[in-house]
């Protein structure tokens, strides 16, 4: 096998609606966001070399599972928030998947990386949708069903505004989605509600006016799902109350990041600068 140097890239995500309810079979909407990891690796001699700025245990666990622990440095570039709920290991997974690809001449499209990816998702996270990995490949929104067969429908791009708002406080998605696993059959209405919501929203994506509520409904699901936090609720109520048009949680929750939708780039400027006043950590954000 001829090894030289190679390159992929994963996109974070933020999912509209749907999460945990998807890992039972409902559909999700999720978008890939303007942020991402890039992997750059060199054939290099010796053990497994990973460079990156974070020193978190999960990147070099994640790179050596598919480089193995010889014969390479691995650098890792990143501004996907880790824990955040916008899809980091997804993001991760994918970026090295693809990096290997090219830099063993293997099999680089979407099916190859989507199978190269899974394991390192199934690692961090156990029972893993598949949602995270196929936005971070695919980079374009999505209506996603797990299956099997696993389906995603891409959709048209969500022009709207949005605003980031980051409680700071990191989430784990594995242990978010074992709590709702473990209040199953009890929470199924609730699932079955949040999937019917994702139809709803699938139907009025042209129109903000109707989603916006919507995802803020959403929201709402997933506290009585009991995966928001009082620091959640609080980023959901002060978007509303400052010109949102919805706001939710996003991804697994237990911490991580709330998006509010909003009608202008002013407003979501608007809406940025309260939240800094107030100590928030929140920055505006683009769909892909
Ligand atoms: O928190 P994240 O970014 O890993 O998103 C998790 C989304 C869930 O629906 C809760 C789990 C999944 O695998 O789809």
Request: aromatic share 4%; with cysteine; net charge negative.
């Amino acid at each position: 096998m001829t090894l030289k140097t190679g390159r992929g890239r994963g996109h974070g995500k933020l999912i509209l609606c749907g999460e945990h309810a998807v890992v039972y079979g409902h559909p999700a909407i999720a978008f890939a966001v303007d942020r991402c990891t890039r992997v750059t690796a060199h054939p290099q001699p010796g053990p497994l070399d990973v460079v990156c700025e974070l020193d978190n245990p999960g990147l070099r666990m994640a790179t050596a599972q598919i480089f193995g622990d010889q014969g390479w440095r691995v650098e890792i570039d990143t501004d996907v928030p880790l824990g955040r709920g916008m899809g980091s290991s997804a993001a991760l997974a994918v970026a090295l998947a693809e990096a290997h690809a090219h830099a063993t001449s293997g099999d680089t499209s979407h099916p190859a990386l989507m199978d190269a990816a899974m394991p390192v998702e199934r690692h961090f996270h156990g029972n893993p949708s598949g949602l995270d990995v196929a936005v971070a490949l695919h980079r374009k929104p999505m209506r996603f069903l797990r299956g099997p067969p696993m389906a995603w429908t891409p959709l048209r791009p969500c022009p709207w505004p949005l605003v980031v708002l980051d409680s700071q406080i990191q989430g784990h998605t594995r242990e978010l989605v074992d709590h709702v696993q473990a209040q199953r059959p009890i929470v199924d209405p609730i699932l079955n509600a949040i999937g019917e919501l994702v139809d709803k929203v699938a139907s009025a994506l042209d129109n903000p006016e109707i989603v916006g509520p919507l995802v803020s409904e959403n929201h709402r699901l997933l506290q009585a799902l009991g995966v928001s936090t009082p620091e959640l609720d609080h980023l959901v109520d002060l978007s509303l109350r400052h010109g949102a048009l919805g706001a939710k949680l996003a991804g697994a929750g237990g911490g991580g990041v709330v998006f509010a939708l909003m009608r202008t780039h002013a407003d979501a400027r608007a809406l940025c600068d309260v939240a800094n006043e107030a100590g928030v950590v929140a920055w505006t954000c683009q769909a892909l």
